[in-house]
């Protein structure tokens, strides 16, 4: 750590912030902006097509990582500095994106997207976890302004490029209004928000902590000896439950929006709605670190796991109130933040200091390379069997509980097989 007390925590919070932002302004109307047919304004893409975009493109950022981030991050270049680049250049992808409709060139350009924005998700995270002082308790409340930064760009591009006469209502998305003719259509433009936002946060990297390279490391290659965390048992049965959750949270991106969209849900209110799951996300963060240190890793983690299950099985009941099925999404918070968030800790923990970096990103090899290509892929079949576009009947309740049985499977192999090598030393 090369910052003492709490002066640097809102400078890290703002950074967790803007790196979510940029990908909530997006992500959440993706599926249903490439699905709908061209007479409705949109690409029309079939679930594979859909499922190879959004999950093989990826993929290849997240493989490719270890050499951009761990290798020149860790070696070469100040962390915020090479953070700001990133984001300059994605920013540009993304906006070209937006003008396009082919198949071909939003494949292309999401893979170019993808090689530049998912070094940032291991790069942000390794800096914030160099300036904190205890891990468990500060970056969880660091962290939960991602959040707040994916709720913000969710809800503020559909208010103000979506709908016009806003009103408050008592349930969710809370904030409605008439939606505009062409809603459909301009979904594509939140490609373009997405890039303003990481154009702005690119000027931010700027005022960053100053995190240099460790040019003085043992390991030359700094992916290479974070590959060898492998051997610890923990990490394996981690990385192995890791990539199977990874396949059905990259198909909850896929498919939520369109099952909303079928639910009856306006394209404006897909995304603010599925920010429920963002706003239980803040108070299961507020309290991770307390979970941490008096439950431990294990029990904590497979609660994220069984939260999975729980959530799509729930939504496998189809005839449910639909603001039974929308309010389900709260589980979403316990699923990503006790899982995915304490598993991030627990790779800082065990992986020596000077490949901290590079432990992050090959960790995100697993979680955004491998599970995403694959749950892309399953999503293409799943989709194409139970929920084709144009189906006058679609089976979701199908669809939903194969990713449900998923879920459980990893909760008992990942509570049987997991011991905890950190000792129980979660905090300093």
């Not at 070696?75 to 953070?83: I, K, P, Q, V």
């Not at 497979?302 to 729980?310: E, H, M, R, S, T």
């Not at 990503?336 to 790779?347: D, H, K, P, R």
Request: glycine share 10%; hydrophobic share 55%; proline share 6%.
């Amino acid at each position: 750590m090369t910052n003492t007390g709490s002066a640097v925590l809102p400078r890290l919070s703002l950074m967790m912030f803007l790196q979510y932002a940029v990908w909530g302004a997006w992500l959440p109307v993706a599926a249903r902006y490439m699905s709908a047919s061209t007479g409705e304004g949109g690409l029309g893409f079939s679930p594979t097509e859909i499922g190879t975009i959004l999950g093989l493109a990826g993929s290849i950022g997240a493989v490719a990582a270890p050499f951009i981030a761990g290798q020149l991050a860790d070696r070469y270049f100040s962390t915020e500095r090479f953070l700001a680049f990133l984001l300059v250049v994605g920013g540009i992808v993304k906006w070209v994106t937006a003008t396009q409709t082919s198949y071909t060139a939003w494949l292309w350009l999401s893979i170019a997207y993808s090689l530049v924005y998912m070094p940032t998700l291991a790069l942000s995270n390794s800096l914030a976890f160099t300036h904190v002082e205890d891990e468990a308790r500060q970056f969880p409340l660091v962290r939960v302004w991602g959040t707040l930064g994916w709720i913000a760009a969710s809800w503020a591009f559909p208010m103000i490029w979506l709908q016009t006469d806003l009103e408050v209502q008592l349930l969710p998305p809370f904030i409605v209004g008439a939606e505009v003719a062409d809603s459909t259509a301009r979904l594509a433009d939140s490609l373009v928000f997405s890039g303003i936002l990481s154009f702005g946060y690119a000027v931010f990297c700027l005022a960053l902590p100053h995190t240099p390279p460790k040019r003085d490391a043992v390991e030359p290659l700094a992916f290479r000896a974070a590959f060898r965390l492998l051997a610890k048992p923990s990490f394996a049965v981690l990385v192995a439950a890791s990539l199977a959750t990874s396949v059905i949270h990259q198909i909850y991106f896929l498919q939520t929006p369109i099952f909303f969209s079928h639910l009856g849900l306006a394209d404006s209110q897909i995304g603010p709605v599925m920010t429920l799951g963002q706003f239980s996300e803040i108070f299961v963060m507020a309290a991770l670190g307390w979970m941490l240190k008096n439950l431990g890793f294990r029990p904590v983690i497979a609660i994220g796991a069984a939260a999975y299950f729980v959530r799509y099985a729930i939504w496998g009941f189809t005839d449910l109130p639909v603001e039974v099925l929308i309010g389900s999404q709260v589980l979403h918070g316990i699923c990503y933040a006790c899982f995915f968030a304490g598993a991030f800790i627990y790779v800082d923990k065990i992986a020596p200091v000077d490949i901290r970096h590079s432990a992050q990103t090959v960790f995100g090899i697993l979680i955004l390379g491998g599970g995403p290509v694959i749950g892309g892929w399953l999503f293409g079949k799943l989709g194409a069997a139970y929920t084709p576009p144009g189906a006058t009947d679609p089976d979701f309740g199908t669809f939903w509980w194969i990713l449900s049985g998923i879920g459980l499977a990893t909760t008992v192999l990942f509570w049987i097989l997991f011991r905890d090598e950190t000792h129980n030393e979660v905090t300093p």
